[in-house]
């Protein structure tokens, strides 16, 4: 029997785990923007074991631009070169028979090589090197771009916060975007996930100049042909790592 997510296991996966840490690292300037899919095409790319969740009926496909900073594992200090990136990755919004929430990565891209290799092997996920370049200028406005190593596809984002941030509300779209402490990944047939731990988001809408959905095309997606439905951003979040387990 297939369970649906309740709000209390909304509220379980928010919560620190029993389980020690394998790595922290901190997130930053994170843009979400997400674009309302057709949920059966969503459905069509998932592994066994795993089932959409939407809200309210509707799916979404999220990307995920943003900068990973002070990276290290547990008890160990940062590296110059290697603790410090940036990662964008393509998402969609799953749970498992159990109704645990979480996230499916369709791809992460990633301008560290080292970090590519080592998330493949620890946590099987679909990293891809890519060359990335971001910075924010004085006006708060986060300029990033990146290219697909070995494609010459680029994306290039340019945004910044649009008000003051704020914790989402349970219940809210934004909060079953956002707050999502689970991600699974597909292990020769077996679905495993893995967890983090972090404070909420202090989410704002965000103002975006600039954005593209390149990386739609680059995972078997078709481009939408208009600006994502929603954008957010928040300024960041310090995040502890846990191990994969067997679902």
């Known amino acids: 029997m297939i369970v649906a997510p309740s709000r209390e296991s909304r509220r379980e996966v928010c919560r620190r785990p029993a389980q020690f840490q394998v790595m922290h690292q901190n997130w930053n300037h994170l843009l979400f923007l997400h674009w309302e899919m057709d949920p059966d095409l969503l459905r069509s790319t998932l592994p066994e074991g795993l089932h959409l969740d939407t809200f309210e009926g509707k799916a979404y496909l999220g990307v995920v631009p943003f900068f990973m900073n002070n990276i290290r594992p547990r008890f160990c200090p940062t590296v110059p070169g290697i603790s410090d990136f940036l990662e964008m990755n393509l998402r969609t919004y799953v749970h498992d028979d159990h109704g645990k929430p979480g996230v499916w990565f369709y791809c992460l891209e990633a301008n560290q090589a080292l970090a590519v290799g080592v998330a493949r092997r620890l946590f099987h996920l679909p990293y891809q090197h890519a060359v990335m370049q971001a910075r924010v200028d004085k006006e708060g406005w986060v300029h990033y771009k990146s290219r697909r190593a070995w494609t010459g596809v680029s994306s290039e984002y340019l945004y910044r916060p649009a008000e003051p941030a704020k914790v989402s509300e349970e ?14 990944s597909e292990i020769a047939g077996k679905i495993y996930s893995g967890r983090v731990y ?50």
Request: net charge positive; no cysteine; proline share 8%.
């Open 171 to 184: 219940g809210t779209l934004e909060y079953f975007l956002a707050e999502r402490y689970v991600l699974f």
């Open 198 to 247: 972090h404070t909420p988001y202090l989410l704002s809408r965000a103002e975006v100049a600039r954005q593209d959905a390149r990386l739609f095309m680059l995972n078997g997606f078709h481009p939408p042909e208009r600006p994502a439905d929603l954008a957010h951003y928040s300024r960041g979040v310090k995040v502890d790592v846990y191990p994969l387990t067997r679902n």
